[in-house]
């Protein structure tokens, strides 16, 4: 089964890209470990970038406080595929 329940992907929507950054709830804290040490400090390959993944723990934690941030922002109002 899936590792998350919570994935937000911010989309700069004039230039339609990602701004970068993610919002992502793990449902097992266990699996926090091997996720980060697979991905922080991994350069992006596959794209032609120097950007390097740095995580962190966001000031929100959890589905249903992430849920709650998101739920009135202005971003509800755009495309489906682009919301929290």
């Known amino acids: 089964q899936g590792t998350y329940d919570f994935l937000y992907l911010p989309i700069d929507f004039k230039n339609k890209c990602n701004m970068g ?3 992502v ?3 097992d804290p266990a699996t926090l470990a091997p996720f980060y040490k697979r ?6 390959d596959r794209f032609n970038s120097d950007k390097v993944c ?3 723990f966001a ?3 959890g589905k249903h406080a ?5 739920q009135n922002s202005s971003l509800m109002a755009e ?3 682009w919301r929290p």
């Not at 991905?39 to 992006?44: L, P």
């Not at 992430?66 to 998101?70: G, N, P």
């Open 21 to 23: 950054y993610a919002f």
């Open 25 to 27: 709830n793990f449902i």
């Open 39 to 44: 991905f922080n400090g991994r350069k992006w």
């Open 54 to 56: 740095d995580l962190a």
């Open 59 to 61: 000031r929100i934690q």
């Open 66 to 70: 992430l849920i709650s941030h998101f």
């Open 79 to 81: 495309d489906k595929r």
